[in-house]
């Protein structure tokens, strides 16, 4: 489903992807771990149109989407979950899922609208808040659910868990769990390394730009010797 391959992104002078190639097939969740500054949130970005690469190609579903804009791409069916959740906190929680569906037509948009509240019913009981009220584990649910408006094919999600308390925590990966089981398309960042690779079908690890391992997620989660390699302090699980 998304094929990326040898993906070379810079911020000005500095490289912060050296020619990465990492695919995910329709169904899997795969993993995507490594330290602070890997160049985690950089792949993310690159692929959902948000940077636009110095190299390589990303294609999705078959086509060619390198340098795509995010809009198209979320038409397409790609979804990102930004890092730090980026919901609107002025703007209550229906209104922010509203956002979510701009793509849609009307019509589709109202019935998605209510289906987000049957899946996340904790979202209903805040029907009416404004979203800078939500605790972090609500805020979080509510940045899932804004993506999955437009019921995207693939799912990217960039540290869901980061700033959450521990139970909170939980809630998320209960939440992915969900969706794997729901058969979704999920490429997911975590700081919680063992956690997410446990979770997942297949894993890479990412170190300064560049991959270092890549592997199925059992596999790589019982590896210890590669995690205090190459993952070191950053695996809060
Ligand atoms: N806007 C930017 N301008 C310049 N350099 C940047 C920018 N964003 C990221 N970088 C650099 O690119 C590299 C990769 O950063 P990135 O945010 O992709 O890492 P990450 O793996 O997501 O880290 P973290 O775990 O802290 O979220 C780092 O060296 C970072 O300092
Ligand atoms: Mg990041």
């Known amino acids: 489903m998304l094929e990326v391959d040898q993906l070379t992104t810079r911020y ?8 990465v190639t990492i695919n995910v097939n329709a169904g899997e969740v795969v993993a995507l771990v490594g330290p602070n500054g890997a160049g ?24 060619d989407i390198t340098g795509a804009e995010p809009a198209d791409l979320v ?3 790609l979804a990102l979950v930004p890092e730090h959740r980026r919901i609107f906190k002025d703007l209550t929680v229906e209104e922010n899922l509203r956002l979510g569906g701009s793509t849609l037509r009307l019509h589709q948009r109202v019935s ?3 289906e987000m509240a049957d ?15 939500l605790s972090g584990g609500e805020a979080q649910q509510l940045a899932v659910a804004r993506a999955l ?14 700033g959450l308390a521990p139970t909170l925590v939980d809630v998320v990966f209960d939440l992915l769990d969900r969706l794997r089981k729901e058969g979704r398309t999920l490429l997911v960042v975590e700081q919680n390394a063992t956690r997410a690779l446990q979770l997942a079908d297949r894993g890479y690890i990412l170190r300064t730009g560049h991959l270092v391992a890549e592997g199925s997620g059992a596999d790589l989660a019982a590896d210890q010797g590669l995690f205090e390699s190459f993952i070191g302090g950053a695996d809060g699980a």
């Open 12 to 19: 000005g002078a500095i490289t912060a992807l050296h020619g």
């Open 40 to 63: 985690k949130t950089t792949l993310l970005n690159t692929v959902a149109g948000l940077l636009r690469p110095a190299d390589g190609t990303v294609r999705f579903n078959g086509a």
């Open 75 to 77: 038409r397409a069916g």
């Open 112 to 114: 998605r609208v209510h």
């Open 119 to 133: 899946l996340f019913p904790v979202l209903r009981a805040k029907w009416s808040t404004s979203a800078g009220f």
């Open 149 to 162: 408006m437009c019921d995207p094919k693939l799912l990217l999600l960039d540290e869901p868990t980061l």
